[in-house]
């Protein structure tokens, strides 16, 4: 997926300062968030990713991964180290080379990372990574800077981020491609951040911070074709292992920890048990079975058959925020996200794997991607078909206004996810004074497009900015 975190975003750095003892110093990027609510968002969200996700539960691994990272939890730096935040490990059974952390600790290490690690160091070199992140409140600054209008659900914000796309419709889509400054879609200057206190901790806990680079390296060769899920939350800011390599020389650690019996024994556990499913395999299982009923809340399937109003000729203004003023039929729901929200009528949108769901309906939000409308719409329809595999442009985009502003009109076509069926999309873009992507997307059934196509217009038309 390429796209490209604004520079602007963020005013934070990753200082070139030398101390004394050659270790680059690291400044926590500004945030608006207490240390007290990363906590709370991060408890919020580990439940459910409990709920959601496969754990592996097997003690013996668990454990192992614990004693790594405790390690290195003890060897936070005193000024990163914040009140109420618990370090937790836990292991999930996917196969892909992965690893997330939550605001205020809990830390989720895929099965395929352990697997794929060649040494104990390397293991140890992701866990730094992400135990920087949660150190440096990342995730909460990160929220702090993107956010436009809402906070929203952050948990399920948080848990599609993780997740992923393709089991979402063209929302999540919009939602993970627009905002790459989702919870744990790290910028390029928080990665080169967490790999230099990453570094840090590692050598103070008697690792080698190269074999963090060498973990990195493994990830990039895995992808294939495609990205690694990793890499999309954790971009390389470039010259990743040379700088790792400088810091590691600065550190200079004596006889480092690379291989350890445990290490070794917790693969060849890992070697004895059945494969590990991709998280497409898990997600595909889950919905399939009952799993994917518990999940879509009561009375907002989105599955073939379901009954959904006809749009009501009555019509209600929401103001989002101090962004914009949007008029939807009646009979539409708000449905706040973080970063975006979508007005949908009942049984017209769901959630799946919490990232949501929508047949019928428009959802708004801003993308901050950059570059003339063109080519930033462009990045959103590639961002968008990165999550949804059949969109296709069904011609050019056409030039139109918003609220006096100069748009783009996209038709776009797309088979549901959720239903199967083919559905048709109206992609709206302007660009907001910041020079970030606004966005108007609005999609029925193909067979219901006659009806909604004239409302999904006017409800473009009635957009008004307020910034
Ligand atoms: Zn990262």
């Given at each position: 997926?390429?796209?490209?975190?604004?520079?602007?975003?963020?005013?934070t750095?990753?200082?070139?300062?030398?101390?004394?003892?050659?270790?680059?110093?690291?400044t926590a990027p500004n945030n608006r968030y207490s240390p007290a609510e990363d906590v709370k968002l991060g408890r919020e969200a580990a439940a459910e990713v409990e709920?959601?996700?496969?754990?592996?539960?097997?003690?013996?691994?668990?454990?192992?991964?614990?004693?790594?990272g405790?390690?290195?939890v003890?060897?936070i730096p005193a000024e990163f180290r914040h009140n109420g935040f618990r370090y937790t490990f836990?292991?999930?059974?996917?196969?892909?080379?992965?690893?997330f952390a939550l605001p205020g600790g809990p830390m989720y290490?895929?099965?395929?990372?352990?697997?794929?690690?060649?040494?104990?160091?390397?293991?140890?070199?992701?866990?730094?990574?992400e135990i920087s992140h949660v150190a440096l409140r990342h995730g909460t600054a990160q929220a702090s800077a993107a956010q436009?209008?809402a906070i929203g659900q952050i948990g399920s914000a948080i848990l599609?981020a993780?997740?992923?796309?393709?089991?979402?419709?063209?929302?999540?889509?919009?939602?993970?491609?627009?905002?790459?400054v989702a919870f744990l879609?790290y910028?390029?200057?928080y990665?080169?951040q967490a790999?230099?206190l990453?570094?840090?901790?590692?050598?103070?806990?008697?690792?080698?911070?190269?074999?963090?680079?060498?973990?990195?390296?493994?990830?990039?060769?895995?992808?294939?074709?495609?990205?690694?899920?990793?890499?999309?939350?954790?971009?390389?800011?470039?010259?990743?292992?040379?700088?790792?390599?400088?810091?590691?020389?600065?550190?200079?650690?004596?006889?480092?920890?690379?291989?350890?019996?445990?290490?070794?024994?917790?693969?060849?556990?890992?070697?004895?048990?059945?494969?590990?499913?991709?998280?497409?395999?898990?997600?595909?299982?889950?919905?399939?079975?009952?799993?994917?009923?518990?999940?879509?809340?009561?009375?907002?399937?989105?599955?073939?058959?379901?009954?959904?109003?006809?749009?009501?000729?009555?019509?209600?203004?929401?103001?989002?925020?101090?962004?914009?003023?949007?008029?939807?039929?009646?009979?539409?729901?708000?449905?706040?996200?973080q970063?975006?929200?979508?007005?949908?009528?009942?049984?017209?949108?769901?959630?799946?794997?919490?990232?949501?769901?929508?047949?019928?309906?428009?959802?708004?939000?801003?993308?901050?991607?950059?570059?003339?409308?063109?080519?930033?719409?462009?990045?959103?329809?590639?961002?968008?078909?990165?999550?949804?595999?059949?969109?296709?442009?069904?011609?050019?985009?056409?030039?139109?206004?918003?609220?006096?502003?100069?748009?783009?009109?996209?038709?776009?076509?797309?088979?549901?996810?959720?239903?199967?069926?083919?559905?048709?999309?109206?992609?709206?873009?302007?660009?907001?004074?910041?020079?970030?992507?606004?966005?108007?997307?609005?999609?029925?059934?193909?067979?219901?497009?006659?009806?909604?196509?004239?409302?999904?217009?006017?409800?473009?038309?009635?957009?008004?900015?307020?910034?």
């Amino acid at each position: 997926m390429k796209r490209q975190v604004s520079a602007a975003i963020l005013a934070t750095f990753v200082a070139g300062t030398a101390l004394v003892t050659g270790q680059t110093k690291v400044t926590a990027p500004n945030n608006r968030y207490s240390p007290a609510e990363d906590v709370k968002l991060g408890r919020e969200a580990a439940a459910e990713v409990e709920k959601e996700m496969p754990l592996l539960n097997d003690s013996r691994v668990d454990g192992y991964v614990e004693r790594v990272g405790a390690r290195l939890v003890q060897n936070i730096p005193a000024e990163f180290r914040h009140n109420g935040f618990r370090y937790t490990f836990d292991v999930v059974n996917l196969r892909e080379i992965n690893a997330f952390a939550l605001p205020g600790g809990p830390m989720y290490a895929h099965r395929g990372m352990l697997e794929q690690a060649k040494t104990e160091g390397e293991i140890a070199g992701v866990l730094a990574h992400e135990i920087s992140h949660v150190a440096l409140r990342h995730g909460t600054a990160q929220a702090s800077a993107a956010q436009p209008y809402a906070i929203g659900q952050i948990g399920s914000a948080i848990l599609g981020a993780i997740i992923g796309g393709r089991t979402g419709e063209i929302v999540s889509g919009v939602g993970q491609a627009g905002f790459g400054v989702a919870f744990l879609r790290y910028s390029r200057e928080y990665e080169k951040q967490a790999d230099i206190l990453g570094a840090q901790i590692m050598a103070r806990s008697g690792y080698d911070p190269r074999d963090m680079a060498s973990m990195f390296r493994t990830i990039e060769r895995e992808g294939g074709g495609r990205a690694p899920e990793f890499l999309s939350n954790h971009p390389n800011p470039g010259d990743r292992a040379e700088y790792i390599t400088r810091e590691a020389q600065a550190l200079r650690v004596q006889n480092p920890v690379r291989n350890t019996q445990e290490f070794a024994s917790v693969q060849a556990r890992l070697d004895q048990m059945p494969p590990a499913p991709t998280t497409e395999q898990a997600v595909r299982g889950a919905t399939a079975g009952n799993e994917g009923a518990r999940r879509a809340p009561e009375g907002t399937s989105g599955r073939p058959g379901a009954r959904v109003e006809a749009p009501a000729s009555g019509t209600v203004t929401y103001n989002e925020g101090d962004v914009f003023r949007i008029t939807v039929p009646a009979n539409w729901r708000e449905l706040a996200q973080q970063g975006s929200v979508t007005f949908a009528p009942e049984g017209g949108y769901g959630a799946d794997s919490g990232s949501s769901v929508f047949t019928h309906g428009v959802q708004a939000g801003i993308a901050r991607i950059e570059g003339s409308l063109e080519d930033a719409t462009r990045q959103l329809i590639s961002g968008l078909s990165q999550s949804n595999p059949q969109l296709a442009s069904t011609g050019n985009s056409t030039r139109t206004t918003i609220d006096g502003r100069p748009a783009l009109r996209t038709q776009l076509s797309n088979v549901s996810d959720a239903t199967g069926d083919r559905e048709r999309i109206m992609l709206f873009t302007t660009q907001m004074q910041d020079g970030s992507l606004f966005y108007l997307v609005g999609v029925s059934p193909d067979g219901e497009w006659g009806r909604y196509q004239p409302v999904i217009n006017r409800v473009a038309t009635s957009l008004r900015f307020l910034r």
